[in-house]
């Protein structure tokens, strides 16, 4: 080793007594030129502070909750030497060759070099959906050298072959079915749809194909190496992959992990018997089942129910809380709710599946709960009972990564894991478990290794419902400003105020948006109608931008379109509206 030397916090801008909310770095561990050594967090960012050259960690001057400023000691560090340098290249090699037990559980891990598996990454990602290959793309084009492992020949996870993309193919489907019948009380009869399930499957296949053939595309044009297998990390700095052609190891300097979720699987129920299916064997469309019990009125239930429905199967919904769709408020899920009580044959909320039995004609259910139904026969049953995190399954103990009781990473607005050169994104981080919200970690996460000073600060994540009528929404709900006992001001808008609306037959929809009632900026908004799923984007531009019921009000929006409601909604609550009466001043 060289000489010691005193590392400090070096010039972070603006900041003043910053927090330390973690140390990433232990009295005896080695750390490379560039490893994080200490997360300092502001109200504005948090930052890690990087270790200026390479070498042993001999004594730390600070620990979390210390506030630090510019100057302030962080650790001192015994720099290695050039002939130390070489040493610690052999024992890299020796090291790996063995035990993976000096590793420390929290940073410190020094980056593999080339010679260590069968392959080198600068950035490995574990997992290609949405948010692995999201940020492999990003690191490629921040010029690292990137190697994507996914498991199944196709890119793009759950997302684009069994979630978001087929199910919205079958569900615009649907909506053209349900449309067209609509149509009968406006004097325009189609008849009776004739479904080709074959030709429909198809249909579906290759939109999916369409997708996830451009996404290998994508990976060649930007020389992301794919390789395909079910990989489990070795150490912290490797990964082992079992593919078809046998297992390869590869090394790496940074691993973003991007497993995603898999289906909850609840007690009781005949998952052998082939009518018993998930989401995924829903999306399958093997036949349209006369009668369908849908277990888990949320939103991936929900939306198979939608598809079927419309297919022509009759549709029973049970739903474990009080409510369809937790989560979200009760005044946006109602209009819906009144839709689909009508078509199907039941929903019972506050209601447990206690068992199901496989029978020659069909599948028998029991029931518990305050208003539960007697015992029924449905020909086939699907199971949409939640996801759960894939982090149990990554070998998390060999690179020491924390994985809590229900398979989620934990990490920070840097998507850093508590091993400093391992990120994680996605479903397997937490919840929101959706897309987009895995894309916007996945670039925080590729721009971090990068070397840019990025975090995942967004003010919403928005959730919709693809239902009929759809239902969105974004930031608080007005359930949780009312918990939190934040004053607000709401702006409610019927839709059946909306020329729009009318025009296409509907009247069941509506728009609210809650503002702070101290600032006037918008804190929450939600939806109820068609396209709700579009028109929430704008309440999320809104929220980042600060704006509040005048910005919006004031905004011009094209007529007649769904997207006044926002704007009408927002002069509800500054009392221009002149679409309706405007709401008596309190
Ligand atoms: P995933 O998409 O789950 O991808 C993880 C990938 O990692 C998979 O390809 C998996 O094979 C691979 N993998 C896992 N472990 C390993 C391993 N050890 N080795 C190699 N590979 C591994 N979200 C929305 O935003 N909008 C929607 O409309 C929507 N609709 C949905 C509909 C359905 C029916 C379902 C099931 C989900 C839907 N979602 C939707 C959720 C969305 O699909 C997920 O949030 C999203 O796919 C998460 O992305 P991810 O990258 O974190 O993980």
Same mark, same amino acid.
């Given at each position: 080793m060289g000489k010691n030397i005193q590392v400090k916090i070096p010039d972070?801008?603006?900041?003043?007594? *910053?927090?330390?909310?973690? *140390?990433l770095v232990a009295p005896g561990d080695e750390v490379a030129a560039e490893t994080s050594l200490i997360t300092l967090e502001s109200d504005k960012a948090s930052m890690e502070i990087p270790s200026p050259q390479a070498g042993r960690v001999a004594s730390m001057d600070v620990k979390v909750g210390d506030k630090v400023s510019e100057g302030d000691a962080i650790l001192t560090l015994e720099a290695t030497s050039d002939e130390d340098k070489d040493k610690q290249g052999d024992k890299t090699r020796d090291e790996d060759g063995g035990a993976s037990s000096k590793e420390k559980p929290t940073g410190g891990s020094k980056p593999a070099t080339a010679g260590d598996g069968d392959i080198h990454a600068e950035v490995l990602v574990l997992g290609a959906g949405p948010g692995g290959y999201t940020a492999a793309f990003r690191a490629a084009d921040l010029g690292k050298q990137v190697v994507l492992v996914e498991r199944y020949p196709d890119l793009g996870g759950v997302c684009l072959n069994v979630g978001c993309i087929p199910s919205k193919a079958l569900l615009h489907t649907a909506g053209i079915i349900d449309a067209a019948a609509a149509m009968a009380s406006h004097g325009v009869s189609f008849g009776q749809p004739q479904i080709d399930l074959d030709r429909l499957r198809g249909w579906k296949d290759k939109v999916v194909g369409k997708l996830t053939g451009g996404l290998a595309q994508l990976a060649k044009q930007r020389k992301v190496k794919v390789v395909q297998g079910m990989g489990r990390f070795d150490s912290a700095n490797r990964l082992k992959v079992a593919g078809e052609d046998g297992e390869r190891t590869i090394s790496f300097d940074h691993a973003i992990v991007a497993v995603g979720s898999r289906v909850v699987q609840i007690p009781g129920i005949p998952y052998d018997d082939p009518r018993v299916i998930d989401s995924t064997g829903a999306l399958e469309l093997a036949d349209i089942p006369d009668s369908l019990l849908v277990i888990g009125g949320g939103i991936i239930g929900l939306e198979m129910a939608t598809v079927y429905a419309a297919l022509g199967s009759r549709i029973t919904v049970v739903e474990l809380t009080k409510g369809l769709m937790p989560g979200c408020d009760r005044d946006l899920v109602r209009p819906l709710q009144k839709v689909i009580g009508k078509r199907y044959e039941g929903i019972y909320t506050d209601t447990r599946v206690t068992g199901v039995e496989a029978q020659k004609k069909g599948l028998k259910v029991h029931f518990e709960g305050p208003k539960a139904p007697a015992t029924a026969t449905f020909d086939r049953v699907l199971v949409a009972a939640g996801r759960r995190p894939n982090g149990d399954r990554v070998g998390a103990e060999q690179a020491h990564l924390y994985v809590d009781e229900r398979g989620f990473i934990k990490v920070d607005r840097q998507m850093r894991t508590n091993v400093s050169n391992i990120f994680a994104i996605g479903d397997v981080v937490g919840q929101p478990m959706l897309a987009h919200k895995a894309t916007h970690e996945a670039k925080v996460a590729a721009e971090v290794i990068a070397g840019h000073r990025a975090v995942f600060d967004a003010r919403a994540v928005p959730s919709v419902a693809y239902t009929d009528p759809e239902v969105a929404w974004m930031g608080p709900t007005e359930e949780e400003l009312k918990a939190e006992g934040i004053e607000y001001d709401k702006g409610v808008f019927p839709w059946a105020a909306s020329g729009r609306s009318l025009g296409m037959g509907r009247d069941e929809g509506v728009t609210k948006i809650m503002f702070d009632k101290?600032?006037?900026?918008?804190l929450g908004a939600g939806m109820v109608g068609p396209h709700a799923g579009d028109l929430v984007a704008e309440a999320v531009l809104a929220l980042e931008m600060g704006a509040d019921a005048q910005d919006i009000g004031l905004t011009v929006h094209p007529h007649p379109t769904l997207s006044e409601t926002f704007a009408f909604a927002a002069e509800m609550v500054d009392g221009s509206i002149t679409d309706l009466l405007p709401p008596k001043k309190r």
């Open positions: 972070i801008g603006d900041f003043e007594g *910053v927090e330390v909310i973690e *140390v101290e600032s006037g900026r918008i």
